[in-house]
T-cell receptor
């Protein structure tokens, strides 16, 4: 069974600091997603990672994938308040797509 | 519309009542997923369709939950004899077939069972 673990579950950061969120999964994957969710809203797609070594960047967020280690990271650079949200990774394998529990990020001034 | 559309946005049901939640995926999208998201939790997989075929229903929590997609587009998630533990946001996602495609989510239906 495909299992996805994210850590940390809660993250409080100061503006301007850097941090990394980790996503481990248990079986092979054909693609991995990172999503952002604001309170009361649906999930907004941030990145789709398809292959080993894939790296994608958008603004202050950078995602990477290591399929051999079954690990993806979401790196936050120089955090700003607008990044406060919950971030989920989701792993797709054949007909299955499973989510991590989410990382609730709070960026404080 | 351009995105995944779900209706109703909010539903309050009395315990024991049956409910039906609708999902209109993006036109042409082959894959459709239903998820249940409890407050403060990540989405939990319920079921998956490829066109009209329900290929995986392993996440449906009980036989009170039933999903269909008879013509390979619109899908309905039905919950019979609702219980308080069914209260959650039900999310629908669709994707075009292929490795390079991403899944797009609807706004969800927030179900509250009282």
């Amino acid at each position: 069974e495909l299992k996805v673990e994210q850590n940390p579950l809660f993250l409080s950061m100061q503006e301007g600091k850097n941090y990394t969120i980790y996503c481990n999964y248990s079986t092979t994957s054909d693609r991995l997603y990172w999503y952002r969710q604001d309170p009361g809203k649906s999930l907004e797609s941030l990145f789709v990672l398809l292959s080993n070594g894939a790296v994608k960047q958008e603004g202050r967020l950078m995602a990477s994938l290591d399929t051999k280690a079954r690990l993806s990271t979401l790196h936050i650079t120089a955090a700003v308040h607008d990044l406060s949200a919950t971030y989920f990774c989701a792993v797709h394998n054949n007909n299955d797509m499973r989510f991590g529990a989410g990382t609730r990020l709070t960026v404080k001034p | 519309g351009a995105g995944v559309s779900q209706s109703p946005r909010y539903k309050v049901a009395k315990r024991g009542q049956d409910v039906a939640l609708r999902c209109d995926p993006i036109s042409g999208h082959v894959s459709l997923f239903w998820y249940q998201q409890a407050l403060g939790q990540g989405p939990e997989f319920l079921t998956y369709f490829q066109n009209e075929a329900q290929l995986d229903k392993s996440g449906l929590p009980s036989d009170r939950f039933f999903a269909e997609r008879p013509e390979g587009s619109v899908s309905t998630l039905k919950i019979q004899r609702t219980q308080q533990e069914d209260s959650a946001v039900y999310l629908c996602a669709s994707s075009f077939e292929g490795r390079s495609t991403e899944a797009f989510f609807g706004q969800g239906t927030r179900l509250t069972v009282v």
